[in-house]
């Protein structure tokens, strides 16, 4: 069963104990059927699912909200009302008040949360707004009424996602390693250019031929803003996946 | 005793879903909410149709109030109502009630008055005949819920 409080269906997922796996998706639209759907469709495909009923409240939800909300935001945490964290959000295109384009933007415009992948769904089949929201860095765009092949293919992107993010933190720790013996063995300070360290290393590691790639990345990654991925490791080329981060579902590296 | 009722219950169901399916009245996004529907969550269609009549309800009376309004004009109101009509009869699979959705919408955008009403009254005749229908799947699969609780009562206990 679920709760209604102010325009937000909470939906407690059976298993809440695993909070930390499974996919978290805010499903943004103002039409109360289409949420009962779309909540339905990403729980029975094993998502935990919280549903709004605005982009205004999607904003709130993550706390990116603008300055002059800061009272009303104020008494909104009070409520005990945290943070969200999720993984995807999938948005309605047509609402009132502000669009799921306008959602699109203000999400990518945001340093911590344009990482997360955006989906538009749209009643109407227009080329020139999908398009448009494929060029603002939505992930994907559907055409409603969505379906379970629809959130499928949704849940598989997510899962290679996951796969990609472990193996790269899989690499990371891996050349760290190679980097502590060659430190030993060598008594060589870290100060060392870390490239010519782990192309070394990457003929012993028995990692992908990603790694062999991975000292031309980080060149081109000085400029990139912090990702959610960079907080964890030592080393500089840390945000290793922002090059990749936005891809289509459709696509691979 | 009601038990041998279950069987026909169920041709009786799909014989008339069948039929829905044929007039076009529903189409296969109706077939993808039944495949939602499950122990977990065992009402499912029916609740998101109720949901979806009492919205559509509240639409409707918001399109004849303001069609039959002497100093009707606002026309861009009435194409805003109709969007979320569509949005929801599609989201259910209520084709008909779709299609007379887009009829009215085009006419609509014409400020085409006389249109407009032609085609609110027939939205409101394929939107009863869809609640009618709907309702009398619903009690179907109601009794046949409880004439199958009664033909095998231990398995109430699962």
Redesign the interface.
């Known amino acids: 069963m679920s709760e209604k409080m102010d325009g937000f269906d909470l939906s407690p997922n059976?298993n809440s104990d695993n909070e930390e796996e499974g996919v978290h998706v805010l499903a943004v639209d103002d039409?109360?059927?289409?949420r009962?759907?779309i909540e339905?469709?990403l729980k029975?495909s094993s998502c935990k699912v919280t549903a709004v009923d605005s982009g205004w409240r999607a904003l709130k939800l993550l706390g990116l909200l603008d300055e002059e909300d800061k009272s009303s935001s104020s008494s909104s945490s009070s409520a005990g009302f945290d943070v969200l964290k999720v993984d995807l959000i999938i948005t309605d295109y047509?609402m009132?008040g502000m669009t799921g384009y306008e959602l699109l933007k203000k999400i990518k415009e945001s340093t911590t949360f344009r990482e997360i992948p955006v989906v538009i769904m749209s009643?109407e089949n227009v080329v020139a707004r999908i398009d448009r929201c494929l060029e603002e860095g939505a992930e994907d765009f559907i055409v409603?009424?969505?379906?379970?092949s629809d959130v499928k293919r949704i849940r598989d992107y997510m899962a290679s996602r996951e796969v990609r993010s472990v193996q790269n933190q899989e690499e990371r720790s891996s050349s760290n390693i190679n980097k502590r013996k060659l430190q030993e063995c060598f008594d060589l300070s870290l100060s060392s250019s870390p490239p010519s360290i782990s192309s070394s290393s990457s003929s012993s590691s028995s990692s992908s031929s990603s790694s062999l790639s991975y000292p031309s990345r980080s060149p081109s990654l000085t400029p990139s803003p912090p990702s959610l991925f960079s907080s964890s490791a030592p080393c500089s080329p840390s945000s290793l996946d922002s090059p990749t981060r936005r891809l289509k579902m459709t696509g691979f590296d | 005793m009601l038990g041998w009722g279950v069987d026909r219950l169920r041709a009786d169901m799909s014989r008339l879903l069948a039929i829905l399916f044929h007039q076009g009245v529903l189409d296969e996004?109706f077939l993808?909410?039944q495949?939602?529907q499950?122990e977990?969550?065992p009402n499912?269609v029916s609740?998101?149709v109720n949901?979806?009549f009492h919205?559509s309800e509240k639409l409707l009376r918001n399109l004849r109030g303001l069609l039959l309004d002497r100093e009707f004009s606002d026309y861009k109101k009435m194409g805003?109502h109709l969007?979320?009509f569509?949005?929801?009869s599609?989201?259910?699979?209520a084709k008909r009630v779709r299609n007379v959705c887009v009829a009215f919408r085009a006419a609509s955008e014409q400020n085409n008055r006389a249109g407009c009403l032609r085609a609110l009254e027939l939205l409101e005749h394929e939107y009863c005949y869809l609640k009618n229908k709907l309702h009398e799947l619903f009690q179907m699969e109601q009794q046949r819920v409880l004439a199958a609780g009664v033909r095998y009562p231990l398995h109430q206990q699962l």
């Open positions: 059976s039409s109360l059927v289409d009962k759907v339905r469709l029975i047509c009132p009643s409603k009424p969505v379906k379970l | 996004q993808q909410l495949q939602l499950d977990s969550s499912f609740e998101v949901i979806y919205e805003i969007n979320q569509m949005g929801s599609s989201s259910i699979g």
